[in-house]
């Protein structure tokens, strides 16, 4: 049964979040990222755009240049392209101002790959999912 109701969106990084109501419709209408009961009508479609995502697959096979491309853009820092993707990124002097330091890079993800459980999830819910779920890092549907 598809029935009236009404929706909330509750995001993190409000400057950077989308939520639209009835996206190409008649009634097509952005609302705050913070949105409390708006108003949604049976048939409608609610369409969230974030900043970002979990990504697919494991992060250590994630290619260093698209790493260093993130960074540049970015959306993942320096720090977070070590500690999530195992790729150390150094200053240069020459343009784009980063380089790969492809040595460090393999060995970090070699480490860090020795330290990965031999059955990892296939979803990472992030560093709150613990938090949340009692110390768990993992549901069990996570497990492939």
Same mark, same amino acid.
């Given at each position: ?29 952005? /609302? ?21 995502? !979990? ?7 994630? #290619? ?13 820092? /320096? ?18 101002? &980063? ?21 990892? #999830?296939? &979803?990472?819910?992030?560093? !709150?999912?613990?938090?949340?779920? !009692?110390?768990?890092? &993992? ?6």
């Amino acid at each position: 049964m598809i029935s009236t109701g009404r929706t909330t969106s509750e995001s993190s990084s409000i400057a950077d979040a989308a939520v639209v109501i009835d996206p190409g419709g008649r009634n097509e209408r952005t /609302v705050d990222a913070l949105a409390d009961a708006e108003p949604v009508r049976a048939g409608e479609v609610i369409r969230i755009r974030t900043t970002g995502g !979990g990504g697919w697959g494991d992060p250590l096979t994630r #290619p260093p240049t698209e790493v260093l491309r993130d960074v540049l853009w970015h959306k993942v820092s /320096v720090d977070g392209a070590l500690i999530d993707y195992g790729v150390v990124i150094a200053e240069s002097d020459e343009a784009p101002g &980063f380089v790969i330091d492809e040595d460090a890079t393999a060995a970090a993800r070699a480490l860090m790959a020795a330290e990965q459980r031999e059955d990892p #999830p296939f &979803f990472d819910r992030g560093p !709150g999912y613990a938090r949340l779920a !009692g110390g768990r890092a &993992f549901a069990a549907v996570d497990l492939l």
